[in-house]
């Protein structure tokens, strides 16, 4: 088998031979548990722009990815911060993403896409009111709406640097939820995603904020599909799951714990929403199908070695995650550069990047070894490694 020279350590190379990678079946729905995906974009290396300044998107190859994810049984959550959607991606790029991922899934018997509705384009300021939250709310639910599209109601930056108390929380969200056409995903992001939303629900303390979330879901619970957290504590998401009103789903945005949240215990189970089934697909699809055949020892073999990988992409900080999420996806061919958008590429280290080939590796999720082994070593170099 293939082998390279990959940082090891500080100032350190080792040898690393490639193993071979693993067959995973094609699996496809019904599976066990509802199943999205949340997929990156694509950048154009070849655009005349300033990268930090205004995004440049391969769209071809953008919706190629998202039709590899519906293949393999997988929603689509679009426009996502696994798209690097305000941290890279404006609005006005998601609001044409969501377009075109709405357009490609028609050409795709049972695609489903989920598109995020925040207020992105609203920035937070002395100037911003509740009001003007709920306004930048209703403007892009109305636009994701107008192309048929469902919801998933993203955390808001500005909210959380305008809003006094919890109550701000509820007049926001009871106001947005009275409005929209079909029940939505909520999605609490941690902290930990995005330091901009400390404090969000009103409170610091997670548990504290939780009750001010359930109560809005249980006073809307007609207009919520189910709510996806990403706080990376498993304890803290069954505490939620286990409070839900019946018929409100836990989508689990827990990049740590997800396959022992997803298998449950005797009073649940988490659905998924996960910006690392972007990365793991294959292998996430082959264990939901096989869940789905209550094979749970095949499930937990399947994903038991992609935790590890899971966990050191996103590792602190954990909003670098997007770079390992590409990167996956450049190793395996779906793209044929390390390019992001907002330059988000040099956000991790030759080191970070030399253990996630050697995690990816041992998953088997590097389909084409020699390809990955070429791939890597031309990025190696750019960091001056021969590898």
Not at 138 to 166: D, N, W
Not at 265 to 289: M, N, R, V
Not at 307 to 334: C, D, E, Q, W
Not at 350 to 372: C, I, N, S, T, V
């Amino acid at each position: 088998m293939t082998t390279l020279n990959l940082p090891a350590g500080p100032g350190k190379l080792a040898p690393y031979s490639l193993k071979a990678p693993r067959a995973f079946p094609v699996s496809q729905p019904p599976f066990s548990r509802v199943a999205f995906a949340a997929a990156h974009v694509v950048a154009d290396p070849l655009a005349d722009n300033d990268p930090w300044l205004a995004p440049a998107i391969d769209w071809e190859r953008t919706i190629a990815f998202r039709r590899h994810l519906w293949s393999l049984g997988f929603g689509v959550a679009e426009a996502m911060d696994t798209a690097q959607r305000g941290m890279g991606l404006d609005w006005k790029d998601a609001l044409e993403l969501i377009r075109r991922s709405l357009d490609a899934a028609k050409d795709v018997p049972g695609a489903v896409v989920a598109s995020g509705a925040g207020t992105d384009h609203l920035a937070p300021g002395p100037d911003v009111t509740i009001d003007r939250v709920i306004a930048a709310y209703e403007e892009q639910c109305a636009a994701i709406e107008k192309f048929g599209g469902r919801i998933i109601l993203m955390a808001s930056r500005a909210l959380a640097a305008c809003a006094r108390t919890p109550d701000d929380y509820v007049k926001v969200y009871g106001r947005i939820l009275s409005q929209v056409k079909q029940p939505v995903i909520l999605h609490w992001l941690g902290e930990m995603f995005d330091p901009a939303l400390a404090g969000y629900w009103g409170n610091g303390d997670h548990m504290q904020a939780m009750q001010t979330c359930l109560d809005v879901i249980a006073a809307n619970a007609a207009k919520v599909d189910g709510i996806k957290i990403s706080l990376l504590d498993k304890d803290k998401e069954i505490v939620m799951r286990r409070r839900l009103p019946k018929g409100v789903r836990m989508y689990t945005g827990d990049d740590f714990n997800y396959a022992e949240l997803i298998a449950g215990d005797t009073e649940g189970h988490s659905d998924a929403l996960l910006g690392i089934f972007d990365a793991i697909a294959p292998a996430a699809s082959a264990a939901l199908g096989a869940l789905a055949r209550k094979d749970v020892k095949t499930f937990h073999d399947i994903l038991a070695p992609t935790v590890p990988l899971s966990r050191h992409i996103f590792r602190a900080p954990t909003r670098f995650y997007k770079t390992g999420v590409v990167f996956m996806a450049y190793l395996n061919g779906h793209q044929d550069h390390f390019v992001m958008v907002g330059g988000q590429q040099s956000t991790r280290s030759a080191l970070h990047l030399a253990e996630l080939f050697r995690l990816a590796d041992a998953a088997g999720l590097l389909d084409d070894p020699d390809r990955a082994a070429s791939r890597m070593r031309a990025v190696m170099a750019t960091h001056g490694i021969a590898a």
